[in-house]
């Protein structure tokens, strides 16, 4: 994994804001919008989701519950850090060392082919961990997982993280429900992927599968998709053209609308009658 520069340190990364370019689901629009760095992992768990059910449902799970002394001794031990856009946080193979703790951004979690083809695993928004499972098991990393947008990150050297966990019984109960998310949604993925037989059918199925962490709207569903047609192409295996023309098919359909990197999904159950029929 190549070196990071890093644009915060310890000293003064609270305190940091900026416009961050979130880039576009149409690759002629540009969409930005202005983020705020949290000053504590914590925050997360209270501000997305504190009770499991809102928008990016589990996301911030790791700190729930813990004990102002458990927050206090993660805080001492963990350096933040702020990164630019496109760069590599883990790769493929790679020893894991460190645990790392996504507070602001998002990253493209991927595997790749010797033959050049990606599959995109998933997007980490802010609360999720990366490289949790490599550390607990101790194995490589069987994933990359690649900067999106710029982002703020707290790491924890990986035995650290591991005696933390030995000493509060209630953070270990929280990593076991990440790893059951994850497990989750990797399933999902495997059913996409493996059960449905054309790319509208897959499509759909990755729409209906974003709608669950979508806000209900009065238009529909909300979904913010800052991703080109290529790259929805490698959540499901399917080109950029193919992409484009499953869209301009669905909206032409009534199924899906967009602006910019948001997409309005007005009938769920509109989209699920196509997801079987197909």
Same mark, same amino acid.
């Given at each position: 994994?190549?070196?990071? &520069?890093?644009?915060?340190?310890?000293?003064?990364?609270?305190?940091?804001? +900026?416009?961050?370019?979130?880039?576009?689901?149409?690759?002629?629009?540009?969409?930005?919008?202005?983020?705020?760095?949290?000053?504590?992992?914590?925050?997360?768990?209270?501000?997305?989701?504190?009770?499991?059910?809102? &928008?990016?449902?589990?996301?911030?799970?790791?700190?729930?519950?813990?004990?102002?002394?458990?927050?206090?001794?993660?805080?001492?031990?963990?350096?933040?850090?702020?990164?630019?856009?496109?760069?590599?946080?883990?790769?493929?193979?790679?020893? &894991?060392?460190?645990?790392?703790?996504?507070?602001?951004?998002?990253?493209?979690?991927?595997?790749?082919?010797?033959?050049?083809?990606?599959?995109?695993?998933?997007?980490?928004?802010?609360?999720?961990?990366?490289?949790?499972?490599?550390?607990?098991?101790?194995?490589?990393?069987?994933?990359?997982?690649?900067?999106?947008?710029?982002?703020?990150?707290?790491?924890?050297?990986?035995?650290?993280?591991?005696?933390?966990?030995?000493?509060?019984?209630?953070?270990?109960?929280?990593?076991?429900?990440?790893?059951?998310?994850?497990?989750?949604?990797?399933?999902?993925?495997?059913?996409?992927? $493996?059960?449905?037989?054309?790319?509208?059918?897959?499509?759909?199925?990755?729409?209906?599968?974003?709608?669950?962490?979508?806000?209900?709207?009065?238009? +529909?569903?909300?979904?913010?998709?800052?991703?080109?047609? $290529?790259?929805?192409?490698?959540?499901?295996?399917?080109?950029?053209?193919?992409?484009?023309?499953?869209?301009?098919?669905?909206?032409?359909? $009534?199924?899906?609308?967009?602006?910019?990197?948001?997409?309005?999904?007005?009938?769920?159950?509109?989209?699920?009658?196509?997801?079987?029929?197909?």
């Amino acid at each position: 994994m190549r070196t990071l &520069p890093v644009i915060g340190g310890q000293a003064g990364w609270a305190s940091q804001t +900026g416009w961050y370019d979130y880039g576009s689901f149409d690759e002629n629009t540009q969409n930005r919008e202005e983020c705020r760095v949290y000053e504590f992992p914590s925050r997360i768990a209270s501000k997305a989701q504190g009770d499991g059910s809102g &928008p990016h449902r589990g996301r911030g799970e790791f700190f729930r519950n813990l004990s102002t002394e458990a927050i206090s001794e993660f805080e001492s031990i963990s350096e933040p850090h702020c990164y630019p856009g496109m760069a590599v946080l883990i790769s493929e193979e790679e020893e &894991p060392s460190k645990v790392l703790f996504l507070l602001e951004g998002r990253v493209k979690l991927s595997m790749n082919s010797i033959d050049g083809k990606r599959l995109i695993l998933a997007i980490a928004w802010p609360g999720e961990i990366l490289g949790l499972t490599s550390a607990i098991s101790g194995f490589p990393h069987v994933i990359t997982a690649e900067i999106q947008f710029p982002c703020m990150i707290t790491s924890l050297q990986r035995q650290a993280f591991l005696g933390f966990l030995m000493r509060y019984p209630m953070a270990s109960q929280n990593v076991m429900r990440e790893l059951s998310l994850d497990y989750d949604r990797t399933a999902q993925q495997l059913r996409t992927l $493996g059960l449905a037989s054309t790319a509208p059918a897959k499509f759909a199925r990755l729409l209906l599968e974003w709608c669950k962490d979508g806000e209900e709207t009065k238009r +529909g569903v909300r979904i913010q998709c800052p991703l080109t047609h $290529g790259e929805i192409g490698e959540h499901i295996g399917a080109s950029r053209e193919t992409i484009s023309r499953v869209m301009k098919d669905f909206k032409s359909q $009534g199924l899906v609308e967009q602006c910019g990197s948001i997409l309005i999904v007005p009938n769920l159950e509109a989209l699920e009658a196509c997801d079987y029929a197909i």
